[in-house]
């Protein structure tokens, strides 16, 4: 009986880590999507940000940018960018590295867009919208971002299941049915459909 037992237990945690991750994505895609009009605040680029830069340019950046614009960080949605070679307008700057990344509650995917002026624009676990420029949804996942995300999903899943399968149970239940299978009872002990106790006792003869 034991093996059955756990063998169910770790496929559900499989199931649940899957359908974690997976509402992680998509609540990341939501972000990019929903991100026009729910800005919440904006400052300067972190250090995290600087380090990006630094380790990400190509061969010919300079190793730190000359400045950076300011960034949003809105609802799961955080972007970027930083300059270098600039007279203090981003738009006519040579190297630009956008970084963005999204995730809620923690950002859990990243992508960064860098450009020289020189080259086709780089796109390094970024997808970006080239009619509008306006969709720029990052791929490349953040693996602490993704577990804590997806675990808290997959536990938000389990609960949710577990309270909908109690609420189902308790209504079979008043409706005089097998709180397993829904089969309708008549004071049966065990159900004739399914074979589960029914908390019942059979009225003696
Ligand atoms: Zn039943």
Known sequence: MRRPKRGSFVVRIVWAAMLGMLINAAVALCCCL????????????????????????????????????PNWYGFGYYTAQMFSNA?????RSLY?????????????????????????????????????????IPVKPILSGVIFNSVLYACLALV???????????????????????HQLLNNEICPECGAMTGRLTKPA
Request: proline share 8%.
């Open 34 to 69: 929903a991100k026009p009009g729910l800005t919440s605040g904006y400052g300067d680029p972190t250090v995290a940000d600087l380090r990006a830069w630094a380790g990400s340019v190509p061969a010919g950046f300079p190793s730190t940018p000359d400045g950076t614009t």
């Open 87 to 91: 007279t203090g307008n981003p738009n």
């Open 96 to 136: 630009v590295l956008y970084l963005v990344r999204s995730g809620w509650p923690v950002l859990s995917f990243e992508g960064m867009l860098i450009q020289d002026g020189i080259h086709q624009p780089e796109h390094r676990g970024l997808i970006e919208s080239r009619a509008s420029r306006a969709l720029r």
């Open 160 to 182: 949710g299941r577990t309270l909908v399968r109690q609420l189902l149970r308790r209504r079979r239940t008043l409706a005089g049915q097998c709180r397993e299978c829904g």
